[in-house]
């Protein structure tokens, strides 16, 4: 099933991205990527985004060359958590199947509960409510979650509930997430891809064992976290493609994920 859905995902893009329709519009394709600089926000205990120039500018050859070097945590600004995050016997990004990563979008907008609570966790009854308005999420989704948050980016203060870095900051962690029940709800009753959310993480800022992570990634779920633009994505409908840096056993990494939005 996975292998057929695969190439039928493949061969969609491809017959999507053929010559006869190579002229994108930019009102179809929304990117849900924050760039990665010195603003990028990352959990208090990891290290700031790094980049230095090492070559910028003219020759002595007369043309022009530019290259940097860069550093960063596998867990910060828009990454995947791969389920070797939580889970010892968890699959590493770089092992990750590349249908589970493309898949059609569920939106579930929270961010009017959230408003007013910042520790809130999305929770089944939240989830059947979409489902009300937007019938059955379906099989093999990509669940985005949108609280809103990222109106907060790149401002650490609001987006984390803290500017404080290192380990005594963790428990002062104020943000929306999902609630484990929920998660098992989404992997055991609609058999998802993945999910995401518009905050630091997809456990709430509170959590002390962060247990949707432990839930999903048990089942080989992976997640998506600090996305942007979620309000320019419907409902349903879109279809979400996420491509991560291939990290050869890595818990995680920098990702670049675009929903296609149709016409």
């Given amino acids: 099933m996975a292998m057929t859905m695969g190439l039928f995902l493949v061969g969609w ?9 190579a002229h994108f519009d930019e009102r179809k394709l929304v ?8 603003r990028t926000v990352y959990w208090p205990t990891n290290k700031p985004f790094q980049r230095e120039k090492t070559d910028w500018g003219m020759t002595a050859g007369g043309y022009w060359y530019a290259s940097a070097n860069f550093a960063t945590s596998e867990h910060g600004g828009t990454h995947i958590d791969a389920p070797l995050h939580f889970n010892a016997t968890g699959k590493s990004v770089d092992a990750l199947p590349l249908e589970q990563l493309i898949g059609e979008a569920v939106v579930v907008d929270v961010s009017a509960v959230v408003a007013e609570k910042p520790d809130y966790q999305v ?23 949108r609280t809103g948050w990222g109106k907060r ?10 500017d404080e870095r290192g380990t005594a900051a963790v428990a002062k962690l104020h943000f929306p997430g999902l609630h484990p029940e929920a998660a098992r709800w989404l992997m055991g009753e609609r058999e998802i891809n993945a999910v995401g959310i518009d905050t630091a993480s997809i456990d709430y800022g509170q959590s002390t064992m962060f247990e949707t992570h432990v ?30 840096m291939k990290i050869r ?7 670049r994920i675009i929903a296609i939005v149709p016409p």
């Fill in 123 to 145: 929770r089944v009854p939240d989830l059947r409510a979409w489902e009300s308005a937007h019938r059955r999420i379906p099989h093999h989704a990509i669940v985005l979650l």
């Fill in 13 to 21: 893009l491809l017959a999507w991205a053929s010559p006869a329709s």
């Fill in 249 to 255: 056993g890595g818990s995680g990494g920098p990702l």
């Fill in 215 to 244: 839930a999903l990634f048990a089942q080989g779920v992976p997640a998506f976290e600090n996305l942007a633009n979620l309000d320019r994505v419907p409902a349903r409908g879109a279809t979400i493609v996420a491509l991560p």
């Fill in 153 to 162: 980016w790149p401002d650490r203060a609001t987006y984390l509930g803290t």
């Fill in 31 to 38: 990117d849900l990527t924050y760039p990665f600089d010195e």
